[in-house]
């Protein structure tokens, strides 16, 4: 029987690997970071919560934001609004990537209308 994690802890561990991937980048900010799922943007502002396997998560983050002098903050965004995000879970890159446009050389957002 395989361990499947649920979607909180999957929504957590995206925060995770994107400040473990940009850690070293985001020192000395505070940052906002938009998600869609009620219980991980109260587990990172409140730091506390019910569930230890998000607890565990959340103090990874407190420990990347110690180490690396960064501050973060979980804002609440709809999930009809959350479009690029769920394309990427979904394994949906053609789609993502239709999103975006090339300008000199770098990928910029496309406008998007929920």
Do not use: Y
């Amino acid at each position: 029987m395989k361990n499947k994690l649920s979607i909180d802890k999957l929504e957590l561990l995206a925060v995770i690997m994107s400040l473990e991937q940009w850690k070293e980048d985001i020192s000395g900010n505070s940052l906002v970071f938009l998600c869609d799922n009620e219980a991980c943007v109260k587990v990172v502002n409140k730091r506390i919560g019910k569930c230890p396997k998000l607890m565990v998560g959340m103090k990874h983050i407190a420990q990347l934001g110690l180490v690396n002098d960064f501050s973060l903050e979980l804002e609440w965004i709809d999930t009809k609004s959350n479009i690029l995000p769920d394309l990427l879970s979904r394994n949906e890159e053609r789609k993502f990537l239709s999103l975006f446009q090339d300008v000199h050389g770098v990928l910029l957002p496309k406008r998007v209308d929920p």
